[in-house]
């Protein structure tokens, strides 16, 4: 059974800096690249960072570019998403999920909240 478990969120003024963590169990972790999904209430969830299933590629909506970095820990099962000068319109709830299409669970997600 696969699962993922985000943590790593709270409340940050725009700005400041949060690392979420993403814990996966029940599927090969280290043969998957990983994504990094937001919810903003009212909009759909969208792609924001991805990497390779080796850690070698990472790619970033162009919205993060140059403010948050993804990076994967294989013998750790854990994808982590450094997120730098945070923005109010950065806030969501952040998800992670394999890439490949073949899996549709997700987890609970950790909310962000960038506000002064």
């Known amino acids: 059974q696969v699962q993922l478990v985000e943590s790593g969120g709270g409340l940050v003024q725009p700005g400041g800096s949060l690392t979420l963590s993403c814990v996966a169990s029940?599927?090969?972790?280290?043969?998957?690249?990983m994504g990094w999904f937001r919810q903003a209430p009212g909009n759909q969830r969208e792609l924001v960072a991805s990497?390779?299933?080796?850690?070698?590629?990472?790619n970033y909506e162009d919205s993060v570019k140059g403010r948050f970095t993804i990076s994967r820990d294989n013998g750790k099962n854990t994808v982590y998403l450094q997120m730098n000068s945070l923005k109010p319109e950065d806030t969501a709830v952040y998800y992670c999920?394999?890439?490949?299409?073949?899996?549709?669970?997700w987890g609970q997600g950790t909310q962000v909240t960038v506000s002064s």
């Open positions: 029940g599927f090969f972790f280290s043969a998957y690249g």
């Open positions: 999920k394999p890439t490949s299409a073949a899996f549709s669970s």
């Open positions: 990497i390779t299933w080796g850690g070698g590629t990472a």
